[in-house]
């Protein structure tokens, strides 16, 4: 099928750059979220949705991130921050507005979707907030009917939803929300009758989303799972050659490799990454997928090709953020960096180095990212037990468990619990056995374990 012309180009938001100012759109997007947590508000801002801001992709935002916005720049209105009026954008009195076709499916308001998802967020916690997101990958609409921008930025949507709340709650409870939003996002691809510009996004979103459900499904234990999810999203790279889903999918394969028992292939994975990553621009990805071949090297035993690897991850990192930087990479900081490298030297049997890691990488952490302050507190539990200081690692192991009434990661839950064998012969101390007491009380109230999976999320 020929493509569709392109429509007219939007027009860029350049009262909205000027604002931005020096930062990165990384660096913007972070203080968007700061502020955001500020005023009780949940947005999902990343450097893309800056970059579609500026683009001029989005005329007008959606309520939560307008008293966002007009929190952190008082006295402006929407208009003086480069957006169109909300009336303009969506209608509002401009007469009434047509039915739709019968059969042409429902049209989708992405604003007031991301308004529903938050209230549910908010009252119901991320099983019910990860439901509620299901709905933003709407049908294709029959025979005829052009997929368009708005299906596109639902796509993208969802792939931010779900980013978000793994960020907040660990993957247990949200990996079956993906499989309705992935397998609507393939059939749109299916669908055609998109122009150019439009296949990008829902090949890039759908890819993205792939990677997400494999993510989910990694943390939460279906690691054959995440292995057939990425080989998805590696297809869908390399059809729509998009070089940035194509090192994505690898730089996650390497993770999930190392994860798996099979070092060499993380290797193998990280390193492919890294070819693909060359045309990218952005050493901060560069950085993060030669930390994943590190911990390749790191779990063969291979001390010299780690600290290679670490060295070049470290020069890399210190290059600085860049606008070419991913926008799936907004949690890759100097936390981060440190808890990759803590991994490492973990696997390699450094224990004081790795809790020495571990320790600045919880300091560092964001504290949007509950999920990951849970790990590397873990970690450092973890890391504390085989150095030796029993009293320390159960001090740890218990901020660690406190977390995880809000974090549900069978992962972090896996760590603990070999955590917590460790210093069962240290019971005797009073700070072990405190622990012991309230770990195996919470142990009590928790789910099982490894409940049978559920059919995993497919493309229709």
């Avoid at 509002?92 to 549910?120: I, T």
């Avoid at 609409?141 to 997929?147: C, D, T």
């Avoid at 079956?176 to 055609?192: E, I, N, R, V, W």
């Avoid at 100097?334 to 808890?339: F, M, T």
Wanted: charge should be positive; include cysteine.
């Amino acid at each position: 099928m020929t493509p569709l012309p392109d429509p007219p180009s939007p027009r860029p938001n350049t009262a909205f750059r000027r604002l931005r100012g020096p930062l990165s759109a990384a660096e913007f997007a972070a203080s968007v979220r700061r502020a955001a947590r500020e005023i009780g508000e949940q947005v999902s801002c990343d450097a893309r949705y800056v970059g579609r801001v500026e683009s001029g992709a989005i005329r007008c935002p959606n309520y939560a991130y307008e008293r966002v916005f007009r929190h952190m720049f008082p006295g402006r209105s929407l208009t003086d921050l480069g957006f169109a009026s909300r009336e303009s954008v969506r209608g509002h009195g401009a007469g009434p507005v047509p039915a739709p076709a019968p059969g042409a499916g429902a049209s989708v308001d992405v604003s007031e979707e991301s308004e529903l998802l938050r209230r549910a967020f908010m009252t119901s916690g991320a099983a019910a907030a990860a439901a509620a997101a299901t709905p933003l990958v709407p049908p294709p609409r029959r025979s005829g009917h052009r997929v368009g921008e708005a299906e596109a930025a639902a796509v993208e949507e969802a792939v931010r939803r779900i980013r978000v709340l793994d960020d907040r709650h660990g993957a247990d409870t949200l990996y079956t929300h993906t499989a309705k939003p992935l397998s609507a996002a393939y059939a749109l691809l299916d669908a055609g009758g998109y122009s150019r510009s439009v296949a990008a996004r829902l090949y890039a979103g759908a890819g993205e989303l792939a990677i997400s459900a494999g993510w989910l499904a990694h943390d939460s234990g279906r690691l054959s799972d995440a292995r057939s999810h990425y080989a998805e999203a590696l297809a869908t790279a390399r059809v729509s050659g998009d070089p940035g889903l194509e090192a994505h999918a690898f730089c996650n394969t390497a993770f999930l490799a190392r994860d798996a028992g099979r070092p060499r292939e993380a290797v193998r994975a990280a390193q492919a990454a890294q070819r693909v990553a060359e045309r990218l621009s952005s050493p901060r990805l560069l950085s993060l997928l030669a930390l994943r071949e590190a911990g390749g090297w790191a779990w063969l035993g291979d001390r010299g090709g780690c600290e290679g690897a670490l060295l070049r991850a470290q020069t890399l990192f210190g290059r600085g953020p860049s606008d070419a930087d991913p926008e799936w990479m907004s949690f890759y900081g100097e936390a981060e960096l440190e808890g990759l490298e803590a991994q490492c030297w973990s696997a390699l049997g450094d224990w004081g180095r790795a809790a020495d890691h571990a320790r600045r990488a919880v300091a560092l952490q964001d504290p949007h990212f509950t999920r990951n302050i849970a790990l590397f507190t873990t970690e450092l539990a973890a890391d504390l037990a085989q150095h030796g200081t029993p009293d320390e690692a159960a001090a740890a192991a218990g901020r660690a468990l406190r977390l995880m009434d809000q974090v549900t990661s069978s992962r972090i839950r896996r760590m603990l619990d070999n955590t917590a064998r460790r210093l069962r012969p240290h019971g005797s101390e009073p700070s072990v056995a405190d622990f012991l007491d309230r770990y195996e009380a919470a142990d009590r109230r928790a789910p099982a374990m490894s409940p049978a999976p559920a059919a995993r999320p497919r493309r229709a």
